[in-house]
């Protein structure tokens, strides 16, 4: 089919005709329509991550989050609970909070001075008549729910049903951690200008790693390979990684750590992968040697020797948990062509920048690895906006990549088939 008869064609007919195991067509990534329809089937269907729970520590924190069209708002309500709001006042529509995050004492919207408690209900509103009655006019609320210091939100009426069942399997991986109580070192946000499914694509292969020489001093370039389709140039590389294997194993069947691969991408509504996996080098860490970037580690484990514990979550975000720090990552969609990554860097709540760590050693290695691929990405939108761009072949080493292709275009076709 010509690139014309691509444009033309409507969503549904090109997700029903989805090649499998090729990256798909043009549109899926340029078309406006095509945008639309992933905030309404995928972003506001699924549970998204916005947040660690080390974002709102005390009562009256919050953060709000662009979901498309969406705004919401994240808050920490006077009970400490997570509470969270759609950012429209239930006025006139105003857009109530537009900073990132802060912290308030009560929801104040700055058009007409309607105020709500952190709970979402209506406390005031000036020179309303007689009769008028504020519980009808409560923020609208929004699904929250915090894992093990995650918090994910969800749009829906009914939200997909199995993220309890997921949320117990990945937790035992991360309460070790004590994610909940650690604190932000940093965060840094850079918008690639690309479609947000190229940026998480992106991610979920290792098969242009040679690109990211930071990343790849510590992180085994072996990623995503098996014995069958191993490179011979990454042999020496995989040998380290199964002797380094086996000691991580043993370290976490004496400290009582899971560490096995979980691998469920595209079989339910909320897809995962989940793996604690050795380093090179030291073991310890993302850094140059592979050492500790921070001398107090996380949660109340005895070694930083725990190489990384890695989670990917469908649709937006994945995350890397070492024994000094852990780091968050969540995609956020802006236009068909231009999309927020999120990173945000966790460290002991009790931790001193300039005494306990270095913050240019504790992020340099994210920060190098997300510029580089915020330029690979732009590239990849380039490239499939030219007419002469068709969908072409994964490697095997890409394997995750047509999982999540299959998990969205699976989430597409039921949505369209309402």
């Not at 090729?22 to 905030?39: G, K, Q």
């Not at 009562?59 to 498309?68: E, F, I, K, R, T």
Request: proline share 8%; with cysteine; charged share 20%.
């Amino acid at each position: 089919m010509t690139a014309l008869g691509d444009i033309a064609a409507a969503p549904a007919d090109l997700v029903a005709r989805r090649a499998v195991g090729r990256s798909l067509e043009a549109p899926f990534y340029t078309s406006p329509e095509f945008f639309d329809l992933d905030i309404a089937a995928i972003f506001a269907e699924h549970w998204i991550f916005v947040a660690a729970d080390a974002e709102l520590p005390e009562p009256g924190d919050y953060v709000s989050a662009a979901l498309g069209p969406y705004s919401i708002i994240v808050v920490r309500d006077d009970d400490g609970n997570l509470r969270s709001f759609h950012n429209v006042c239930r006025h006139r529509g105003a857009r109530i909070l537009a900073d990132d995050r802060g912290s308030v004492g009560n929801i104040v919207c700055g058009y007409h001075k309607w105020t709500y408690g952190t709970d979402g209900t209506l406390l005031h509103a000036p020179s309303q008549p007689s009769g008028f009655d504020p519980s009808c006019f409560g923020l609208k609320p929004v699904h929250v729910r915090s894992v093990a210091g995650l918090v994910f939100v969800c749009l829906a009426e009914q939200p997909p049903g199995d993220f309890a069942e997921v949320a117990a399997r990945i937790e035992p991986y991360l309460l070790p951690h004590r994610l909940r109580g650690a604190k932000v070192a940093a965060q840094v946000d850079v918008v690639e200008e690309g479609n947000w499914k190229l940026v998480m694509e992106n991610n979920r292969e290792c098969y242009h790693c040679d690109g990211h020489p930071e990343l790849l001093r510590s992180f085994f370039p072996t990623y995503g390979y098996t014995e069958e389709n191993l490179p011979p140039r990454l042999r020496p590389a995989h040998e380290r990684y199964l002797s380094v294997d086996a000691e991580l194993r043993q370290t976490c069947r004496r400290l009582g750590l899971p560490h096995e691969l979980v691998e469920e991408l595209d079989t339910r509504a909320t897809g995962f992968r989940i793996q604690r996996d050795p380093l090179d080098l030291a073991g310890e860490s993302f850094t140059a040697d592979g050492r500790a970037a921070c001398r107090r580690l996380l949660g109340d484990l005895p070694t930083p020797r725990l190489g990384h514990l890695s989670l990917h979550l469908q649709p937006n975000s994945w995350f890397h948990v070492v024994g000094d720090h852990a780091i968050t990552f969540a995609v956020l969609p802006i236009a068909p062509d231009r999309t927020l990554l999120r990173t945000t860097w966790l460290v002991h709540p009790d931790a001193v920048a300039g005494v306990d760590y270095d913050p240019d050693a504790l992020t340099g290695v994210w920060t190098a690895t997300n510029e580089q691929d915020a330029h690979l990405v732009a590239r990849a939108q380039r490239g499939v906006g030219s007419p002469a761009y068709e969908p072409g072949p994964y490697a095997p080493s890409e394997y995750q990549v047509e999982a999540f292709c299959n998990w969205y275009t699976t989430r597409l076709r039921t949505h369209l088939g309402r």
